[in-house]
């Protein structure tokens, strides 16, 4: 892995070809084009990239089409793209990496990059009282799930897992909860300083901020509902902001 880093979580991207789902993709191919002009690095993909991704041996979700494409196209840039898998969109069994040149990782990504340890999870299950979450990830995640899920017709279960993710995805559903997420997860931050990792990076929590404890940081990679957040990491320093801005930027 090459750097500079650019690091973006939570796009929740719909399958509905609406006028706000074309403008989200817009902001989103606008960065693209900055990083691959600049032909070299890694593009990280913090988790639900997808607001709903599951394939079956002959069907994936209908309306990604291009940001399939644009993903494919950072190989020609020599621009490596690694996407850690998400709640909404764990189920890749192959189909992206084959088609979109991606790297895909079904646990946290651990790298070493200027003399840090960096850990990038997507984060969900980590707060201390998400016991029946945790529970559920444990079931909708086991192979016997998987199987019996594709036995339906994919028009019939992709259609209802997408009203389901749909409905979860339409606001910020954890704003309410920001002061046991600033706890839980900077606890968590702690205990992975404790174990010699410098960097922690977390999504899921849709939370937009870099918090610095001497030389160690945790970092909340926010979302593209509302945020469009961009986190970049290079040998000078860490940056984050919004779509606009990265592009002012570079």
Do not use: C
């Not at 074309?22 to 993909?45: A, D, H, P, Y």
């Not at 850990?119 to 945790?134: A, E, P, Q, S, V």
């Not at 409905?167 to 968590?188: A, L, P, Q, R």
């Not at 899921?204 to 404890?213: A, G, V």
């Amino acid at each position: 892995m090459k750097a500079p880093f650019y690091i973006i979580s939570d796009n929740h991207f719909m399958m509905d070809d609406t006028p706000d789902e074309q403008e989200r993709r817009n902001k989103l191919f606008q960065v693209f084009e900055v990083i691959k002009k600049k032909n070299e690095g890694t593009l990280i993909i913090g988790g639900d990239f997808f607001d709903f991704w599951f394939e079956t041996n002959y069907a994936i979700p209908n309306g990604y089409q291009n940001l399939i494409n644009q993903l494919a196209e950072f190989q020609k840039h020599n621009i490596e793209v690694h996407y850690i898998a998400g709640n909404h969109d764990y189920w890749d069994f192959g189909y992206l990496s084959k088609n979109a040149n991606i790297i895909f990782h079904k646990q946290d990504l651990k790298f070493n990059f200027n003399n840090k340890k960096i850990l990038i999870t997507h984060g969900d299950g980590l707060l201390k009282n998400d016991h029946g979450y945790r529970f559920m990830k444990k079931i909708i995640r086991s192979s016997l799930f998987i199987k019996l899920f594709k036995l339906f017709p994919p028009r019939f279960s992709f259609k209802m897992a997408n009203k389901l993710s749909k409905s979860s995805s339409e606001y910020n559903h954890h704003d309410g909860f920001v002061n046991t997420i600033m706890h839980d997860i900077s606890k968590y931050a702690k205990n992975q300083w404790e174990k010699n990792i410098d960097i922690v990076m977390v999504g899921h929590y849709h939370q937009q901020k870099i918090i610095k404890q001497n030389q160690s940081a945790l970092i909340f990679l926010g979302d593209w509902l509302g945020k469009y957040t961009v986190t970049t990491l290079n040998e000078e320093e860490i940056w984050q902001g919004n779509w606009k801005e990265f592009i002012e930027l570079t």
